[in-house]
């Protein structure tokens, strides 16, 4: 029997509203799609929540067998200032501001984001597309969409007709909205001269003379609207009916709306099976987001730089204080609540590194109840996690376990109550569930001094290649150093000094 048998998961699927038992269509397999960055700035601390949430999601589902193929793209083009129709694309804005190609902006952008989801422990999907790799496949169901009557082109950009998908499907069913609503409250903006309704969105913009980011298309230079690149990208590598749909709960309306919409239109069916939302981080109730100017950098984080910080913390400390909220309620970011967790983060994780060490004599004198506390502790986890994916209830069993660790390392002979077999399956729930299902690594303290001490040993070393003009060398210190993390910087006054990338 296949641990996803024994402990099935049940999650709330946000378009029926109910928490659900999970069953795959291919049994066996799960395939999800989770939108990913918008890559013209940053990261910060909310981006990573969410990133995190599906980060679970993933890991548990391969930790109970299932094989899995989670694609999360990278979105390139086409998002637009203030998340609608008109204004200005997020990352050609930036490539003006900065004078720069659209595409070194995506590559700063886009690597800053995989070394932080690495500091996190994130781990990479198995696809990670990115919408302008996918141009073509966006101007063929934007065709299609034309040839079904579905949307309708006006000077150069296509619209999503929604009055006439709604004569046959609901629009506003994830959401919970209503077309009649909908039209009642939608914003008056320019375009409005153009879409026959102000709900239809854009599935291609015609480019405006100053508009860098641009392809040909049947209807012209243009370039494709936000929200058919994620139609197209998951119905490519997953299918036209996929297991799972993720994403921030900002994002459930309208881009999730429409993603249904315009797959259900060209396709003729629903895409996606379960929907999942993650809850905001929010700094004082207020969402984090940069727009508000109350983001968080990673960066700021580990240095204690930001101004709300009283120090630094590290990145275990961030994913055990996320990891202690359920992923669909808000989380409020603080400095108490990171003192907090980084408290109860080294007790699991001395926990983690005590029970690596503890081995069982062999010999034991058997108390059942003692044993059956083990056994259920093990359920316990497994049950939480099936629950949902809740995390903060996960931790809360963990927590027993690392007392029950503490306990046998102060009373070694208490370890005699359990047979060698249960304390062996034990210990390899704990160490699994910690740095696999939660991906909570042990976090080594580094000894400052001994570190400054090998390095400095280096540099004087550099100082003396360089002297004998061994320049290879020399380059090869600097670049393996770096390759570990190491920065090797070059002071004005000729000294050497170093940094560590966090
Ligand atoms: P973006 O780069 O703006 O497209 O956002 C990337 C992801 O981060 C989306 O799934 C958003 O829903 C999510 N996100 C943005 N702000 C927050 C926040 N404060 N808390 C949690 N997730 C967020
Ligand atoms: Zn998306």
Redesign the pocket.
Known sequence: MKLYEKYPIHLSNSLSGEKEKFETIVPGFVGMYV?G??VYNYVHL??V??FLTFDILSRYFRFLGYKVRYVRNI?DVG?LEGDVDEGEDKIGKKAQLEQLEPMEIVKRYTEDFHTVTRQFNILPPSIEPSATGHIVEQINITKKLIDLGLAYEVNGSVYFDVKKYNQSHHYGILSGRNIEDLMESGRDLDSQDEKREKIDFALWKKASPQHIMRWPSPWGEGFPGWHIECTVMSTKYLGETFDLHG?????KFPHHECEIAQATGANGKSPVKYWIH?N???VNGQ???KSSGNSFLPSELFSGSHALLQKGYSPMTVRFFMLQSHYSSTLDFSNEALIAAEKGYKKLSNALTLVKALSHSGNSTINTEAEKNLSDLIDQCYQTMSDDFNTAKTLAVLFEMASQINTWVSQKELLNEVNAEGFKKFKATYISFMEEALGLKEEKSVNNNLLDGTINVLIELRKKVRMDKNFALSDKIRDDLKGIGIQLKDGKDGEMSYEIEQ
Do not use: A
């Not at 994403?247 to 994002?251: I, K, S």
């Open positions: 939108c960055p918008t909310g981006n929540r969410t979105t998002h994403g921030g709960m900002d994002l993650s905001m981080l929010t969402k984090m987001s």
